[in-house]
Structures are given as structure tokens and as C-alpha cells.
């Protein structure tokens, strides 16, 4: 009987826990966001990034606040509460490859210091460096749970979820429909 | 007669561990040819791979593939080796270290490059970017890329899954980015236009 709890137990832990694996992110109710919203997100920057970048990041979580009918936010935060770190590594492969991760559990974003980032959000950036608005979006896009959208060749039109980027573009700067639908799907409105 | 037999059954599950342990490394561990060319080290163990991380990659086209790849194979995956950490602190929940891992190709044909009969790849450890199968076919672009500090370098698939195809016969396919290929043909063109 006592081996029989236990496998119950076991088995009851696993599917929850593989349920948890690929659940959308829960957002909590923390009290009031920036905009009045009640639930938010919590991400804040670690040292090593400039106080520069602070502009180029925060238009990249600005752009999933803008959807229609959501009611989850993203916030800034100086606390080293619940957030998502972002924050950048010396040398994560050197130039070109991969440009940013985000750890599933949205605890972390990294920018590969390797890479050189365009910070400015007020012009373009030229063909050797990569646009950090844009491709802050995309992680911020995954911090929501949000998948890549199977675009593997570069296209204006493209989502800011698509599979891969390239210097001096600025399309993921702004969402377009495939974003806007997915973002919907998993945090419908009235679901929180 | 109980504190007689106890002490042999543990030893005879101990012995069975021991078998059962080196048939698995058997298993893992390419034989080593006696230092012919292309014969590589043992891949080292490491602990089980970090996953559980999404990149945004550098879009790599076709023509960029055929252009930039300074090694260029058809081979059959043996060996995969553990994480290696690259000397770069990863997030809080990322096990402390950003990590990468080995491919090891039992090499079949080489397109672009220096002839061998063995190749490691370095993969990072991002799951997306994981495409490689034990006992597979594929055809492999690939260029020299350095990881962290430099601790781990080596080749490495030309943006990732963008450059390796799954090979059957003569024809290799990226299913991922739909891209179709005859490998002759690739010989041939690799062939009229050298690095």
C-alpha cells in the first residue's frame, strides 16, 4: 500500500510537472503595473549592462504591452526580486551565430557581448551591428512563453518571433499579426 | 548461512553494474584505431547537457553556407559528448556556466576541407539548436568558431541547424529551412569554385 502512495505520488508529481514545462507563463498579481494593469512581469538589468541600453530594452517589453485587450505588463524593476535577469556575456560563440538566449524559465536573458549592439532607438542601425530594440523583442517574447514561428529566411513582412535575424535590420522592432495572435492565444482576454 | 549469502548476491549485483557499465561505454566511446589519421581523443563525459534555452540566430542563407563554410562533410554521427563549460557564467538558473558539447562524425566524404576520417562539431547547448542523432546521416557546413574564453573551439555547423541536412543517398535536406540538396552536384560546385 505504502509503495502503491508512492508511485501514485510519483506519477501525480510528473504529470504535473510536465504540465508546468509547457504551460505559459502565469503571471501574478503583484498589485498595480505601470499602466494600472494588475498582472506584470518583473525584469530588471544586471551591471553589466550600460544604463544606454536601458532606452532599447524597455521599447523591446513595451511593443507585447501594446496588444489588444491584454492585461499583463512588463515592468522594470531596481529589486532583486522576482524578475527576469537580463544582462550580457563577454563572449557567449563570438561574432555572428547566436546573437540572445532566454532560459525557459525566463529568469535570464543574455546578449552575446561579442556581437556589436545598436542601442539608439531614435535611428537605424548600420549593416555590421545588430539592432538591440529588435532583438530585445524577441527574447521578450519568449520570456512570454511565445514560440518561434517557423520563418527561416529573412522577410520584411516577418513576425518578431521569427527563427532567425541579421545585423543592420529593424523589423522586429514592431509585431505583426502571427505575434499579436499568439500573444492572444496564450493569455486570452479575461483569462487573468 | 544468511550472512554468507547476502555478501555474494552484492557481490554477483556488483559485478553485473560493473559488466553492464562497460557495455554502455562501449557503446559510447568510438574505438580508437591505434593513432591513424583522423582518430580523435574520447569525447569527454560531462554531466547531461543544459537545455532548455531559445536563441535568436543569424539568418545564414544557402549561397552564405556554400561561401563561408571552411569544412564541408558527409558523415554519420557516432559519439556525443557531455557539456563543456565555456568560461562564461550563465544566469542564475543556468547551472552556473554557459556550456556547449561535441558531435563526433565518423567522416564518409569530404567536400571542402582536409580529408579525415573523424570530426567533432561544437553544438551549444541550446535545445533548439540540437538536431544531431546518434547513427544519422548528414551533410555538414561548417566553420572554425571560438566559445567563451576560448576554452572550447573548434568546427562548428554554419549557423547552426541552418547547416546541417539530413543525408539519404545522394540528397540531403534541411527540414527546417526546406532547403533541398544533391550532394554530387554540391561536390561538383565546391569542386569549380574553391575557398
Known amino acids: 500500500m505504502k509503495q502503491f502512495a508512492v508511485v501514485l505520488f510519483s506519477s501525480t508529481a510528473a504529470v504535473l510537472a510536465a504540465f508546468l514545462s509547457t504551460a505559459p507563463l502565469a503571471f501574478g498579481s503583484h498589485g498595480n503595473g505601470q499602466d494600472g494593469r494588475t498582472n506584470f512581469r518583473t525584469w530588471r538589468m544586471a551591471p553589466s549592462i550600460s544604463s544606454a541600453w536601458d532606452p532599447a530594452l524597455s521599447n523591446g517589453a513595451t511593443i507585447w504591452d501594446n496588444v489588444l485587450n491584454q492585461c499583463h505588463d512588463f515592468q522594470q524593476v531596481t529589486s532583486t526580486n522576482e524578475h527576469t535577469l537580463l544582462y550580457k556575456v563577454d563572449n557567449y560563440d563570438g561574432k555572428f551565430g547566436t546573437f540572445a538566449l532566454v532560459w525557459t524559465n525566463h529568469a535570464g536573458m543574455a546578449f552575446d557581448g561579442a556581437e556589436t549592439w545598436h542601442a539608439n532607438v531614435n535611428a537605424n542601425p548600420g549593416g555590421s551591428s545588430l539592432d538591440l530594440w529588435s532583438v530585445a523583442g524577441h527574447e521578450f517574447g519568449h520570456v512570454l512563453s511565445l514560440a518561434h514561428s517557423g520563418h527561416f529566411s529573412l522577410n520584411s513582412s516577418n513576425p518578431t518571433m521569427a527563427n532567425v535575424y541579421d545585423y543592420g535590420l529593424t523589423y522586429f522592432r514592431s509585431l505583426e499579426s502571427y505575434d499579436r495572435s499568439h500573444e492572444q492565444n496564450l493569455y486570452p482576454p479575461g483569462s487573468c | ?195
Not at chain 2, 571560438?146 to 541552418?162: I, L
Not at chain 2, 547547416?163 to 533541398?180: K, M, P, V
Open chain 2, 1 to 195: 548461512m544468511r550472512s554468507v549469502t547476502r555478501p555474494r548476491i552484492v557481490a554477483a549485483l556488483a559485478g553485473l553494474l560493473v559488466a553492464i557499465g562497460a557495455v554502455s561505454l562501449s557503446v559510447f566511446v568510438p574505438q580508437q584505431d591505434g593513432g591513424d589519421h583522423g582518430s580523435l581523443a574520447p569525447l569527454p563525459p560531462g554531466p547531461p547537457k543544459m537545455q532548455a534555452v531559445e536563441a535568436t540566430i543569424e539568418s545564414v542563407s544557402l549561397g552564405e553556407l556554400k561561401a563561408r563554410s571552411r569544412v564541408v562533410f558527409v558523415g554519420t554521427v557516432v559519439a556525443e559528448g557531455g557539456s563543456e563549460g565555456i568560461g562564461v557564467a550563465g544566469p542564475p538558473e543556468s547551472g552556473g556556466e554557459l556550456t556547449v558539447h561535441r558531435v563526433r562524425f565518423s567522416v564518409e566524404r569530404t567536400l571542402r576541407g582536409e580529408d579525415v576520417r573523424e570530426l567533432d562539431v561544437i553544438v551549444p547547448d541550446i535545445s533548439e539548436l540540437d538536431g544531431f542523432e546518434i547513427g544519422e546521416r548528414y551533410l555538414v557546413f561548417s566553420e572554425n568558431r571560438a566559445f567563451g574564453d576560448g576554452r572550447v573551439s573548434g568546427q562548428s555547423p554554419t549557423g547552426y541547424y541552418q547547416g546541417s541536412f539530413r543525408a539519404i543517398g545522394d540528397n540531403a535536406r534541411n527540414d527546417r529551412t526546406a532547403e533541398s540538396l544533391s550532394i554530387n552536384e554540391l561536390a561538383s560546385e565546391l569542386r569549380r569554385n574553391p575557398q
